[in-house]
């Protein structure tokens, strides 16, 4: 990476270095080498730290960079296109669904949740909460919680020993016995939390993108799934916008 000093530009700093250091990646770098660090990369640029991970920011929230757990800050490979398409307008579970189920517990959602269930009182204490994963090309590139009221699932019948991914797999096979009456979906940039983050292999508050659905049958909203996708390495599809709602 080249020493080229920042010269007075008219756009801020940090947006004239990222123009900088994205032309230097396309140049000098190869997919997943590790950058140098931040000390090196101002006093090169001669820019303050603060500047510089100003851009570093913007260029992994643009896919360019990642930054690894114990391996520092490294070249992203291309974004993997990832379809969320509604379309097809199935349960989830349904078809060639790509999500795997790997927990389930019985919960108090969310207020944010909650309110998007309509819940009140014992139903809002007596939800099913999901947890899924997805992986594309063996890569981990999104986690979901799915939201199923009990009164979803009226017919599930269950023992104090099914719990878990069984417990999980259960929800879902009734929740395909409704019939689906349409689905809404809106999608929002948001910050990683700690556990999201772990199963993606991502730092705690690094860009990520938040796409809620809600599930409709008989007139009300029958689940609710607040998926988690990487930002670096995502780049989401829609066969069918008609309904889509990017949240601002």
């Known amino acids: 990476m080249g020493t080229?000093?920042?010269?007075?530009v008219p756009e801020p700093k940090y947006w004239h270095l990222k123009t900088v250091i994205s032309e230097a990646l396309d140049s000098e770098f190869e997919v997943g080498q590790i950058l140098p660090n931040e000390r090196e990369l101002a006093?090169?640029?001669g820019v303050a730290r603060a500047t510089l991970r100003q851009a570093l920011e913007q260029l992994e929230l643009e896919g360019r960079l990642q930054r690894r757990r114990g391996v520092g800050t490294t070249v992203a490979p291309p974004r993997v296109?990832?379809?969320?398409?509604?379309?097809?307008?199935?349960?989830?579970?349904?078809?060639d669904d790509s999500w795997q189920a790997v927990d389930c517990s019985v919960t108090a959602p969310p207020p944010a949740v909650a309110g998007l269930l309509d819940c009140e009182g014992d139903?809002?204490?007596?939800?099913?909460?999901?947890?899924?994963?997805r992986a594309t090309h063996g890569q981990?590139?999104?986690?979901?919680?799915?939201?199923?009221?009990?009164?979803?699932?009226?017919?599930?019948?269950?023992?104090?020993?099914?719990?878990?991914?069984?417990?999980?797999?259960?929800?879902?096979?009734?929740?395909?016995?409704?019939?689906?009456?349409?689905?809404?979906r809106a999608v929002e940039l948001g910050s990683a939390r700690a556990d999201d983050a772990k199963e993606l292999d991502r730092l705690p508050g690094a860009p990520v993108l938040v796409v809620t659905t809600?599930?409709?049958?008989?007139?009300?909203?029958?689940?609710?799934?607040?998926a988690t996708y990487r930002a670096d390495t995502c780049r989401l599809t829609f066969g069918d916008v008609g309904d889509l709602q990017i949240a601002s």
């Open 123 to 133: 139903d809002a204490r007596a939800v099913y909460a999901i947890r899924r994963l």
């Open 140 to 184: 981990s590139v999104a986690a979901e919680q799915l939201y199923v009221p009990a009164a979803s699932v009226p017919a599930l019948v269950t023992s104090g020993s099914t719990t878990g991914e069984a417990l999980a797999r259960g929800v879902l096979r009734e929740l395909q016995r409704l019939p689906l009456e349409g689905q809404d």
């Open 214 to 226: 809600r599930y409709f049958s008989a007139g009300r909203t029958a689940a609710v799934s607040v």
């Open 43 to 45: 006093a090169r640029f």
């Open 4 to 8: 080229t000093q920042l010269e007075s």
């Open 81 to 95: 296109g990832v379809d969320v398409s509604t379309a097809r307008h199935h349960w989830p579970a349904a078809g």
